[in-house]
């Protein structure tokens, strides 16, 4: 198992926590209607961006999905700026004009969330071939959900990367269901190890619920790439705990397995871990908490205090 | 009468149409078990089974693809894009193999195919969930184009696309679902082609469509007492047009608003306008003026959203001006 650092631990949890935290903070705010519009909640599968994020260099790259709170977040992301930006705000990270589904901060690598699934693929794959080009060490981590395997952009992609050896990771979110279709009634492939094959690519398959997990999985996959060997699919399976927007009931799904899941809750799990290692104290896991809170409800009185964009703002931006 | 929303009226046509004709079938993303992404295909699932309701993977291009293909050989597959904004990623099945097939063929097909989708902007979802993109598909030779505003509408339409024999796509609008609207019982069809005149007048009309529709009667209403007398045409099919109609209103208050929600540039409106022109230039004691969205991406903040696109006051203001 991977072995994090005292410091690596805190800051893993922290992360977390400030993932789960704000996105139960947005639904809030989608429920008094301070929040507008969708909102794509990453809550329960924290453990995949921060395992993934924080094990590759700041100046990596990723893409992100429609669910993109989390990646951002992990990705060094300032949380007033994002929580601003989800808002519509003028503060926000993409000054208010992109919103939720298109969070992106190109100072940190983030190449940004994305509104259409498989969306992010060709970005991806594209600045992958940027940096072989200039014969740079950055990689590219592209995040996609199960759904967006099926998309055809997705076979594409992987192809063309795979044939160009790019250095490019594929991250397959695998949370069961795209929207209210599961897997097992929209993919063909039940295994999307077998998916790499089709393009002579390795692939693994891990727990995406425990963060130490995919962070073994990833630095090795990770290194892989930077090394020069070409893209490879990793597959983090996972879970998201709300609705996959707000109004979804949530009927395609037992309660059951709701449960099941929020047993494997991965926050609480690695901080018992984190405490039974000694990496942490239980009264280092609860003032991790307590800050964390102090800050989200920080960036929401920021965000909701922040001015809206000014009338000229529509216009602006198109060309340079 | 009684009075139902545009989503109930449109589940109904899909009902009765499914009921009538067992060659006719729903495909689409999250329409079975969940209902469609608006509710629209709630309970069908229920009613007529997996096979004829059937959720599809993210697979837009493939959804109608097989839509094509399944209507060549004599089924009327009903096919949902989520969002209008999703069609790029099958425009190249709609463009090269739906519109063209009958024509290439010489005539010797039918692709009697629906593939209904929605647009509009309003619920502040950004660049990628809010767009009007009407005015791709009506470049298409070979598909119709139908725009309802209303729940009355929507039903005679879209049960009249389903029984119709040319590829048809539907686009509603996500702002209009929950209006409602007098719809009669029992059986009706509403033909594609034909505008409709939803208030007379006499000093201007305004050529519109989609939630536009509803802007603009509320438009024509405050105008009224101002003293200006607003014919409100909505158009509801834009291809083709229905340039009788257009003609004939024109032809009696000599002076046309087009309000239309998409860009600007190349949007709906040039081929409107265009229309009028080739019609009834002679008649017109006025240019014609465009009341359109902005020529921009649709951006997330609320506030810069609605100023994106026509509002009550801009389609006051610009018929004041045309009216000077
Ligand atoms: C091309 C395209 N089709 C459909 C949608 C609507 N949609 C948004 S998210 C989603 C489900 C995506 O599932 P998945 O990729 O598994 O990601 P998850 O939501 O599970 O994180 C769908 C169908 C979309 N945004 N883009
Ligand atoms: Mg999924």
Redesign the interface.
């Known amino acids: 198992m991977y072995e994090p650092s005292k410091e690596e631990a805190a800051r893993l949890l922290r992360q977390m926590m400030e993932i789960r935290q704000f996105e139960d903070k947005i639904m809030e705010l989608l429920a008094k209607n301070i929040a507008?519009?969708?909102s794509h909640l990453y809550a329960g599968m924290e453990a995949v961006a921060v395992g993934v994020i924080s094990s590759l260099n700041p100046d990596d790259y990723i893409t992100s999905t429609h669910r993109g709170h989390g990646h951002a977040i992990a990705k060094d992301g300032d949380l007033n700026a994002l929580m601003a930006?989800i808002l519509?705000?003028?503060t926000g990270v993409?000054k208010?004009?992109?919103?939720?589904?298109?969070l992106a901060d190109l100072n940190k690598g983030n190449l940004g969330a994305?509104?259409?699934?498989?969306?992010g693929l060709g970005i991806a794959t594209g600045a992958a071939l940027a940096l072989k080009m200039s014969k740079s060490s950055k990689i590219v981590v592209c995040f996609f959900g199960d759904?967006?395997l099926?998309?055809?952009i997705t076979h594409e992609c992987m192809n063309m990367a795979s044939l160009w050896k790019l250095p490019v990771l594929y991250l397959c979110e695998n949370n069961l269901y795209?929207?209210?279709?599961s897997i097992f009634?929209?993919?063909s492939v039940k295994d999307f190890k077998k998916r790499a094959a089709a393009y002579d690519m390795p692939a693994e398959v891990v727990d995406g619920m425990d963060v130490l997990a995919v962070k073994e999985a990833a630095t090795k996959w990770i290194e892989y790439v930077r090394n020069g060997n070409g893209p490879c699919l990793l597959v983090c399976n996972t879970y998201r705990y709300y609705g996959h927007s707000r109004s979804?009931p949530r009927?395609?799904r037992t309660k059951e397995e709701e449960k099941f899941y929020k047993e494997k809750d991965p926050i609480p799990n690695f901080a018992k871990i984190c405490i039974q290692k000694g990496w942490l104290t239980e009264h280092e896991v609860k003032q991790i908490e307590a800050s964390v809170t102090k800050a989200i409800e920080e960036a929401t009185e920021y965000a909701i205090k922040s001015p809206?964009?000014d009338?000229e703002?529509?216009?602006t931006d198109?060309y340079v | 009468m009684r009075e139902i929303t545009y989503r109930q009226a449109l589940n109904e046509a899909l009902d009765e149409e499914m009921a009538r004709d067992e060659k006719v079938f729903l495909m689409g993303e999250d329409i079975a078990i969940y209902g469609g992404a608006y509710g629209v295909t709630a309970g069908l699932l229920n009613k007529y089974g997996e096979d004829r309701v059937r959720d599809t993977p993210i697979s837009e291009a493939a959804i109608v693809g097989t839509g094509l293909g399944a209507a060549l050989l004599g089924y009327r597959p009903v096919v949902e894009i989520m969002y209008i904004d999703f069609i790029g990623l099958c425009m190249d099945q709609l463009n090269n193999q739906v519109a063209k097939i009958r024509y290439m063929f010489g005539g010797k097909c039918t692709v009697p195919l629906t593939i209904r989708t929605e647009g509009g902007a309003g619920r502040t979802l950004g660049a990628h969930h809010s767009q009007s993109l009407e005015a791709w598909l009506m470049h298409i030779p070979g598909i119709k184009v139908v725009m309802p505003a209303t729940p009355v509408d929507a039903k005679g339409l879209l049960k009249s696309s389903i029984r119709d024999n040319n590829p048809v796509v539907f686009i509603e609008h996500k702002m209009l679902y929950n209006t409602k609207g007098p719809v009669p019982d029992g059986e009706y069809l509403t033909p594609i082609g034909k505008a409709e005149i939803k208030r007379h007048g006499n000093d201007i009309t305004i050529l519109t469509y989609s939630r536009m529709l509803l802007f603009s009667l509320q438009a024509a209403e405050i105008l009224e007492k101002e003293g200006i007398s607003v014919e409100v045409v909505d158009l509801r099919t834009l291809l083709p047009l229905d340039r009788e109609t257009i003609r004939k209103s024109v032809m009696k208050t000599n002076r046309v608003v087009i309000v239309e929600e998409d860009t600007k540039t190349a949007g709906a409106g040039a081929e409107i306008g265009m229309t009028v022109i080739e019609e009834c230039f002679d008649y017109l004691d006025a240019p014609i003026k465009r009341i359109a969205g902005a020529d921009v991406p649709m951006p997330k903040a609320p506030n810069l959203e609605k100023l994106a696109i026509p509002s009550v006051e801009s389609i006051v203001e610009g018929i004041m001006e045309v009216m000077k």
């Open positions: 507008e519009g969708g930006e519509g705000k003028k993409c208010g004009k992109g919103g939720s589904l298109h994305n509104g259409i699934v498989a969306g759904g967006a099926n998309n055809g795209a929207m209210s279709v009634r929209a993919c979804d009927v395609y809206l964009p009338p703002e529509l216009y198109l």
